[in-house]
T-cell receptor, first 114, second 111 residues
């Protein structure tokens, strides 16, 4: 069974640019979560999508947005990049609540903003 | 903050010793989970303990949960160099729709 995949692996952007990160969940998983992990810190919850809809959002500005496609894959978009957006962006998937809410993580996308 | 906090922030032990990490949280939970993260990579789920459970084992891992103290501990017995990683607790909080991760414990096992 293939795990959660993310692309690209690494990305370098300059301040003010826009970026799109992609995530494919485990087959059969309908929920996708996005987290930001700044260097040396814990995970900060960004967004949760389930069945194509945004279900919950963390304490991040509106320039962080995303969507979930009919095949349950997801994109995270970040507009007007700032230096502090440099981080590891992790995507996770899970079955709907009821399965213990265990999350399976992808390898992450390392974003560097110069 | 709804995040948990791990203690200690960093732990260094010799191979073969036991490692204990603690997690404290602030609200009611449905379950608490422990994850492991190798340097700069994705997290791997280790173990889940439900709010009505007090102790759970998985291989060399032992997790305890004390809901009255809102705390959990992760014990890794007979540690190996390959156990070197960061360990995070995450809480599935009652009424919330996402997991809240702690700040992590960085474990170094010296061969």
């Amino acid at each position: 069974e293939a795990g959660v995949t993310q692309s690209p692996t690494h990305l370098i952007k300059t301040r003010g640019q826009q970026v799109t990160l992609r995530c494919s969940p485990i087959s059969g998983h309908t929920s996708v979560y996005w987290y930001q992990q700044a260097l040396g810190l814990g995970l900060q919850f960004l967004l949760w999508y389930d069945e194509g809809e945004e279900r919950n959002r963390g304490n991040f500005p509106p320039r962080f947005s995303g969507r979930q496609f009919p095949n349950y894959s997801s994109e995270l978009n970040v507009n007007a990049l700032e230096l502090e957006d440099s981080a590891l962006y992790l995507c996770a998937s899970s079955l709907k609540r009821g399965g213990g809410f265990m999350q399976y993580f992808g390898p992450g996308t390392r974003l560097t903003v110069l | 903050s709804q995040q948990g906090e791990e203690d200690p922030q960093a732990l260094s032990i010799q191979e073969g010793e036991n490692a204990t990490m603690n997690c404290s949280y602030k609200t009611s939970i449905n379950n608490l989970q422990w994850y492991r993260q190798n340097s700069g990579r994705g997290l791997v789920h280790l173990i889940l303990i439900r709010s009505n459970e007090r102790e759970k084992h998985s291989g060399r891992l032992r997790v305890t949960l004390d809901t009255s103290k809102k705390s959990s501990s992760l014990l890794i017995t007979a540690s190996r160099a390959a156990d070197t990683a960061s360990y995070f607790c995450a809480t599935d909080q009652t009424g919330a729709n996402n997991l809240f991760f702690g700040t992590g414990t960085r474990l170094t096992v010296i061969p």
